[in-house]
């Protein structure tokens, strides 16, 4: 088992060159990385990397180790997933991040149903807004919500959801009811934006007559949990941006009212990505289909 676990620091620090990020992705740290790196070279009496503080570089042995050691674990993966499959009792952890409204509404409930579903199944769930790196977090699996922009990993489709822009009753009193993008820009509205450390300038991407447009938004508050600011929207600060599963049950009680319908925002993909993998892990696949499923009877409901 020690050489198999190897094996698979070796293909990992290769894929992702850098000693750190498989450490990661392996779940160990980066000196126990490091060790087991070390190990496999001495059963082999040759340098797999050549090592420098700024760089990782397989060497000619390593890049021809490479294909050997992940045939021999794509071939462990295939018999591994053959047994689970025929037994029907996958165990073990699954990591699984989804940005924080689609993880409470949707993910986070239906939990406790899939352990109880399959016992021995642990789900390790984080839940954040922010972008989401499976491979440098050791992940199984990312539920989001937008444009996936990491095409390495595979992409699950669940839905495509409607986003609306709205805003208080109270707020608009204020500010006046705006028709368009161009009135948001023009009057320069108060607008509450999911904003990161390092982010470009903030646009909002609207369908006008002309098709779909960028308008540039500005405002006094954003944060980076979109919860924050339905919150902000609801107590008048402004108008957001949201997809109408999120702000469903406000805009039907008039506490949130949709605004600029002129220029409705384009709208979101809704899915999840895992890595791709010849022969993926059965319990990972049973969680997909399992929140697949129930995100697609959740939002019907919705519709």
Known sequence: MSYIKQLKIFVRVYELGNMSAAARDQRVSPAVA???????ENHLGVRLFNRTTRSLQATEQGRLFYDGANSILSAIDAAEATVAEHTQSPKGSIFVAAPLGIGRRFIAPSVPDFKAKYPEIDVRLRLSDRHIDLTEEGLDI????????????????????????CAAPDYLEKRGMPKSGADIVK??????????????EYQWLLNTPDGPKRFAITGPFESDDGSILTDWALKGHGI???????VAEYLKKGTLVAVAQETPPSSVFLGCLYPHKKHQDPKVRLFIDYMVAHCKGELEKLA
Request: glycine fraction near 4%; hydrophobic fraction near 35%; include cysteine.
């Open 34 to 40: 490091s060790s087991r790196i070390a190990e496999l």
């Open 240 to 246: 957001v941006n949201k997809p109408i599963f999120e």
């Open 142 to 165: 990312a539920f989001f919500l937008g444009v996936p922009q990491d095409s390495s990993h595979r992409i699950r489709s669940i839905a495509e959801c409607e986003r609306v822009l």
């Open 187 to 200: 009057d320069k509205h108060d607008c509450l934006t999911l904003r990161f450390p390092g982010n470009p």
